[in-house]
């Protein structure tokens, strides 16, 4: 545990170049210069909040990494309902909203060789004890954490540990059996399938149906033109 760091995800890609094994993971107090999806920042104040990054060496192709980033989402969720009670869904790809509302987002970002993965770091940031004046202005609206959730302050070494727990658990699984079991998992708790989306990917903007995921943890969108799959993109629903 760090008190300070610029990023654990930016420390954790140094420690991945230096051979650092999987099931390193480096964890930070606080953040000065946090990174969210899509060259966004991420607020990560002193003791609020749960700052880690996790190293995995799996041995997978290149295009199974995604389905990483929505093991980690159902580690994620069953590791603060087993901790706190609270019951959170997940909106693809890998944000857990509670009440609709964003408390915890996962970075998943990955170094390759060729076709081989060379490390994949999962990188997760969880709202746990800000207040609601905590957050900036501009994230008053769409933020949240575990404390304003439940009406307490919560433990967030508790939280951790019961996260941690379920992403080996969920892991081991998945390089036993494959991505099906978590897919099941995944979908029980995902908003959105069957509803119409809207999602801004870098390459324009899409509208549809999400149909579900694939066997690779890509996004399928039923748009006017056909279906779409979408591998990365911020997500709206619209209600129509
Ligand atoms: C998102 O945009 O939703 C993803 C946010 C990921 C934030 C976490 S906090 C720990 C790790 N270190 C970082 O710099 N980012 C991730």
């Known amino acids: 545990?760090?008190?300070?760091?610029?990023?654990?995800?930016?420390?954790?890609?140094?420690?991945?170049?230096d051979n650092a094994p999987?099931?390193?993971?480096?964890?930070?107090?606080?953040?000065?210069?946090?990174?969210?999806?899509?060259?966004?920042?991420?607020?990560?104040?002193e003791g609020t909040g749960i700052w880690m990054s996790l190293i995995l060496r799996p041995d997978i192709p290149l295009q199974k990494t995604p389905q990483l980033t929505l093991l980690a989402?159902?580690?994620?969720?069953?590791?603060?309902?087993?901790?706190?009670?609270?019951?959170?869904?997940?909106?693809?790809?890998?944000?857990?909203?509670?009440?609709?509302?964003?408390?915890?987002?996962?970075?998943?970002?990955?170094?390759?060789?060729?076709?081989?993965?060379r490390s994949v770091i999962i990188g997760t940031g969880i709202n746990v004890?800000?207040?609601a004046d905590d957050f900036p202005e501009e994230l008053?609206?769409?933020?949240t954490?575990?404390?304003?959730?439940?009406?307490?302050?919560?433990?967030?070494?508790?939280?951790?540990?019961?996260?941690?727990?379920?992403?080996?658990?969920?892991?081991?699984?998945?390089?036993?059996?494959?991505?099906?079991?978590?897919k099941l998992l995944w979908e029980s708790y995902a908003l959105g399938i069957g509803s119409e989306l809207r999602a801004r990917t870098l390459n324009g903007t899409f509208y549809g149906k999400a149909l579900g995921i694939d066997e690779e943890g890509v996004l399928l969108l039923e748009t006017k033109e056909g279906i779409k799959k979408i591998y990365s993109a911020d997500i709206e629903m619209r209600s129509l």
């Open 1 to 17: 545990m760090n008190d300070v760091l610029s990023s654990t995800q930016k420390k954790a890609h140094e420690l991945a170049n």
């Open 22 to 45: 999987e099931g390193t993971l480096v964890v930070a107090d606080k953040q000065t210069a946090g990174r969210g999806r899509m060259s966004r920042v991420w607020h990560s104040q």
């Open 145 to 182: 954490s575990l404390s304003l959730a439940a009406g307490e302050k919560i433990d967030r070494a508790s939280v951790m540990q019961h996260i941690l727990l379920s992403f080996e658990k969920r892991y081991r699984d998945y390089l036993t059996h494959g991505f099906t079991p978590i």
């Open 73 to 117: 989402a159902v580690a994620v969720v069953q590791g603060i309902e087993e901790a706190t009670g609270l019951q959170t869904d997940i909106k693809w790809p890998n944000d857990i909203l509670i009440h609709g509302k964003k408390a915890v987002g996962i970075l998943t970002e990955m170094q390759a060789e060729e076709d081989r993965v």
């Open 140 to 143: 008053k609206e769409i933020a």
């Open 129 to 131: 004890n800000q207040e």
